[in-house]
Structure formats: structure tokens, C-alpha cells
């Protein structure tokens, strides 16, 4: 049972995801998706669906819009530093003390579904370090262009990251998803 290999981190969105006008009223997470659902509900409940029962909830300002869901809050107002790392670095207590071996690590901007428990078994048996999540579309000429993709080798190893500039249509968008051992995310 997957319930007690993994525990899920949700992370505040990126510096390049504008909404004009609306995010100086709440963090994305809390963006109504769909009039009935917030942003943050999809990544919680791909986490929860999977047997992921400790959640955190990173978010970088104004967390009372997210605080039914709230456990580690990230507080960093327009700084400079203000990064993915030092989000964790500011919640390691938190991290330090989840008694299970893997973190499943995922955006709280993106909309898909997934079974993290799946990724999970297929991540132990591939023996990488780090798993990413990607989903090979064919429309990245038009579309997906705030995100990055991969570039795999055959055995599908990352050789790069990169910002995706639409100058092809197939490519492997990258879900900003990651799952590692959580002794090797620390």
C-alpha cells in the first residue's frame, strides 16, 4: 500500500504564471477553476486519490484563502530569494519529520490527473534518482509556451530542461512533478 511510501508537497506557482489582474487578490492555488473548484483542489486530490495522506501546502502569500487545506505556509513576499528552495529550506522541519521514504512533489498552476501510486511503483522499479512527470503532446507549437519541456534520450534520461518557445509541435511537456527519495530531496 502506497499509503506509507510517499508524502505529497504541493508548491506555490512559479515566478512566469501571470493572471492579470487577479493575483494580487490570492496566490493561484486559490483561483476558482470552473466556478466550483480551486486550483490547489487538483493537486490534492490526485495526491489523496493516490493513498497520499500527508499533505503540505506551500504558498507564498496570503494562505487564509487556502487555510482549510493549510499545514507549512510559505511567507516571502515579493523577495527576491523568494524560490522553490526556499520554501523548503523554510519548511524542513516539517519535511524532516515525515516518517515516509519518498515525496511526490507537484505544482499547484497545472491541471491534470494522475496516479501517483503508479508513478511511485514505476519510480522504485526504474531505480533513477529523480522521476519526472511529462505528458508528449503535439500542439506545443500553439499552446503549453509558460511551460518546460524535456529533452529524453532513448532511454528516456533528461538531458535538458528548457523553456518551450513553440518552435515544435511535439514535445514533452514537463509537469513540473517530481518524485524522489525523500533523504535525497533533503
Do not use: W
Not at 505529497?8 to 493572471?19: D, F, K, L
Not at 519526472?132 to 528516456?156: P, R
Amino acid at each position: 500500500n502506497n499509503m506509507y511510501k510517499a508524502f505529497g508537497i504541493v508548491n506555490s506557482s512559479s515566478r512566469n504564471i501571470r493572471v492579470e489582474g487577479l493575483e494580487d487578490y490570492r496566490p493561484i492555488g486559490a483561483f476558482s477553476f470552473l466556478g466550483r473548484y480551486r486550483m490547489v483542489d487538483f493537486p490534492i486530490s490526485n495526491l489523496s486519490n493516490s493513498g497520499i495522506d500527508r499533505i503540505q501546502v506551500y504558498v507564498k502569500e496570503k494562505p487564509r484563502t487556502l487555510v482549510s487545506h493549510q499545514m507549512c505556509i510559505r511567507d516571502r513576499r515579493n523577495n527576491i530569494y523568494n524560490t522553490d528552495i526556499a520554501s523548503y529550506y523554510e519548511n524542513m522541519e516539517c519535511i524532516e519529520e515525515m516518517h515516509h521514504p519518498y515525496v511526490v512533489i507537484t505544482p499547484d498552476y497545472m491541471v491534470y490527473t494522475a496516479d501517483f501510486s503508479k508513478l511511485i511503483e514505476q519510480h522504485i522499479q526504474s531505480e533513477a534518482d529523480i522521476t519526472l512527470l511529462y505528458h508528449a503532446v503535439d500542439n506545443a507549437k500553439d499552446a503549453y509556451l509558460n511551460c518546460n519541456i524535456l529533452n529524453l534520450n532513448k532511454q528516456k534520461g533528461v538531458l535538458s530542461i528548457e523553456p518551450n518557445h513553440g518552435n515544435a509541435k511535439n514535445r514533452n511537456i514537463f509537469m513540473d512533478t517530481y518524485i524522489m527519495k525523500k533523504d535525497l530531496f533533503i
